[in-house]
């Protein structure tokens, strides 16, 4: 164990010739910085980065479960997660049901605070500066024109008023082009984006420069091999998300990272049978 800040003590481990290998979780310019500064000796690194992943369904999924996971997915532990489903795309004729449906849900786990026993919903931070970022993208995803549902305010509850805690938030009529769709926000933010068929659900959930995780929902299992397959994603999971198991390789795409995902190109969860076992 060598506490101590990144610029120090980690940039001093970087650069240590005895140092054979670095795992690195964080964002991608520090990331940039660590392998100028092992070049030199030529050091191994891994990296996970971070991502903007795409939570795809179509409208032939089970909606009350995918807008369950969705909604669990995009608000997870605050909206702080690289694997986070934070771009909801969803097929036309189910669009407007899933944005009336997502305030819902909303409003059922934001009761769920941090005052309360087995909490799943608590403080977004512990930095002013990091809050201001956050509430900085709301006003972002105004001035590009997308349609605040739900949320984008701090939590006042009595007790609360001095703690990072932050409304879950909805977007509805995002486009891929806007910075709540593009950037990885880090807080508990959704953005719904509508798409026409498979071949433009495609074009939006590759459209991004990260390629960790992704989801989606079908009850075709043609259509979900398919769209699995053309994802780039390391891992894809398909009617479930974020379901993890400590034995699957972890990585992803482009800018979010390097890993044990580059070997293993697609790793998909698949709703297990009564026959299957552990």
């Known amino acids: 164990m060598v506490p101590g800040y990144g610029?120090?003590?980690?940039?001093?481990?970087?650069?240590?010739?005895?140092?054979?290998?670095?795992?690195?979780?964080?964002?991608?310019?520090t990331a940039k910085q660590m392998l100028r500064d092992g070049a030199d000796n030529l050091k191994r690194f891994t990296f996970e980065l971070g991502g903007k992943a795409p939570h795809i369904i179509f409208a032939d999924a089970d909606i009350d479960n995918a807008i369950n996971a969705a909604t669990a997915s995009a608000w997870r532990l605050c909206g702080q997660s690289c694997a986070l489903g934070s771009r909801v795309l969803v097929e036309r004729p189910i669009y407007e049901h899933v944005v009336d449906a997502f305030p819902r849900a909303r409003q059922v786990r934001a009761r769920r605070h941090a005052l309360r026993r087995h909490e799943s919903y608590?403080?977004?931070?512990a930095r002013s500066a990091t809050d201001e970022k956050r509430f900085s993208y709301v006003e972002a995803g105004r001035q590009d024109g997308a349609e605040l549902v739900a949320?984008?305010?701090?939590?006042?509850?009595?007790?609360?008023?001095?703690?990072?805690?932050?409304?879950?938030?909805?977007?509805?009529?995002?486009?891929?082009?806007?910075?709540?769709?593009?950037e990885e926000i880090f807080g508990p933010i959704a953005s719904l984006i509508p798409f026409d068929g498979e071949d433009e659900a495609l074009a939006i959930a590759n459209d991004t420069p990260y390629g960790l995780t992704a989801g989606l929902w079908t009850r075709d299992v043609g259509r979900a091999h398919r769209v699995s397959s053309r994802i780039e994603a390391?891992?894809?999971?398909?009617?479930?998300?974020?379901?993890?198991?400590?034995?699957?390789p972890y990585g992803g795409f482009k800018a979010s990272g390097w890993g044990p995902g580059e070997r293993y190109r697609r790793t998909r969860s698949l709703p297990r049978g009564p026959h299957d076992s552990d």
């Open 122 to 125: 608590g403080s977004a931070g």
């Open 7 to 29: 610029r120090t003590a980690g940039a001093h481990l970087v650069k240590h010739p005895d140092v054979n290998k670095i795992s690195f979780t964080g964002e991608g310019s």
């Open 151 to 182: 949320g984008g305010h701090r939590i006042v509850t009595r007790g609360l008023e001095e703690g990072y805690f932050v409304e879950p938030t909805v977007f509805a009529g995002v486009n891929n082009t806007m910075r709540i769709a593009r």
């Open 234 to 248: 390391g891992m894809v999971w398909v009617n479930t998300y974020s379901f993890l198991r400590w034995s699957t």
